[in-house]
């Protein structure tokens, strides 16, 4: 017998065959805990819905697989991205002070 543990996981949007939004994340280890690493849309297709449509996607499909947090980091000037990720539910557990790259940085958890 053979079980497969899917940790990573990448959702893509496509338009007219190019590539227009990108999610992508992992599941730590098998401790219930999803770390979302990237999410994004192409600038000229920003403020479409792009974002909070793959948002939404990860937000299912960690769901279905029985995890129970997803984790991010984000930093506080990209105010677009803090305000789609406190309207899916996510809120803030810890600002970081000049964490990484001398940037100060936010974690937002949303428990499912």
């Excluded at 990573?8 to 992508?24: D, K, R």
């Amino acid at each position: 017998m053979v079980f497969k543990l899917e940790m990573n996981f990448t959702f893509v949007v496509e338009e007219n065959n190019e590539i227009v939004g990108i999610a992508n994340g992992t599941l730590v280890d098998k401790s219930g805990l999803s770390r979302l690493g990237w999410i994004g849309a192409h600038p000229t297709h920003q403020n479409k819905g792009i974002g909070k449509a793959l948002l939404k996607k990860v937000i299912e499909h960690c769901r279905t697989k029985g995890w129970h947090k997803i984790t991010l980091y984000t930093t506080p000037f990209l105010i677009t991205a803090v305000n789609l990720y406190l309207k899916q539910g996510f809120v803030p557990e810890a600002y970081l002070r000049k964490e990484w790259w001398n940037v100060d940085f936010i974690k937002m958890s949303k428990w499912l």
